[in-house]
């Protein structure tokens, strides 16, 4: 916005939204101090991490498509999740990255597929559930497994969780185990996992697999979490 008014008070010519037409290029050149560095000067890389306040949540407004355009991807918070008590606020229908899963871990990877599709579809039928519709047994089934997976995706402030943690408590999401006892009895359920990971150096090894996921481990580590959680195998889906 500073640039935009002191391009109109130096009578540049005004482009869309009355922004400068360099705009673009000045953001590119802002953007491009984010590389990877030679070898002569120190190697590494720089990540960049450039932040627009939208209005009333529009990412098709000029400068968000320019920040879009340029970066791989994007993380969108949303008002309406804060406000319902969802931390972080994230809006996972308009957050996309153009790298995506391929920098997960295999396991993490095969474990989230389902959950993300699960959830999508969560949002959706839960907008016609807030104007009193009627709603079947499958799809209050839904809407339940989806509130479970948005609690579980919730983080207290300043308390990151470890890989194994993470992978585990998708595992688990996915398989069902969870169900029982809704979002309430979600807190417990995590004590448990970290208590297990912890007692056990195997099993956290196995949750903390990079490579290549072995035949048959992600059965076994369903069976065994089932085991941690006090669900019978059958549950393991």
Known sequence: ATHREL????????????????IFHVH??????????SPERGGGSLTAL?????????????????????????????????????LPAVDTGLSVSRIGGKTQAPLMRGAVAQLRLAYAQFLELEGFARFGTE??????????????IRAALGQPHLAPQNPALQVALMIALQAGLLDAGGPQA????????????????????????????????????????????????????
Not at 28 to 37: D, F, G, I, V
Not at 135 to 148: C, K, N, P
Not at 209 to 220: A, F, N, S
């Open 7 to 22: 391009a109109l008070l130096m009578q540049q010519p005004p482009g869309r939204e009355a922004y400068p037409g360099d």
């Open 186 to 237: 979600l807190p417990a359920k995590l004590l448990e996992l970290g208590d297990a990971i912890t007692a056990d150096a195997n099993l956290a090894a196995a949750l903390r697999t990079r490579g290549k996921v072995p035949i048959g481990l992600q059965e076994r580590l369903r069976t065994q979490l089932a085991q941690v959680l006090g669900e019978p195998t059958s549950a393991v889906v």
């Open 135 to 148: 709603l079947d047994e499958r799809v209050q089934a839904q809407i339940a497994r989806g509130r479970l």
């Open 28 to 37: 590119a050149r802002l953007l491009e101090r984010a590389a990877m560095l």
């Open 50 to 86: 450039p932040v627009a306040c939208t209005e009333a949540g529009n990412l098709s407004a000029y400068i968000p498509t320019n920040l879009i355009s340029i970066t791989d991807g994007q993380i969108a918070l949303s008002s309406r999740q804060f406000e319902l008590g969802q």
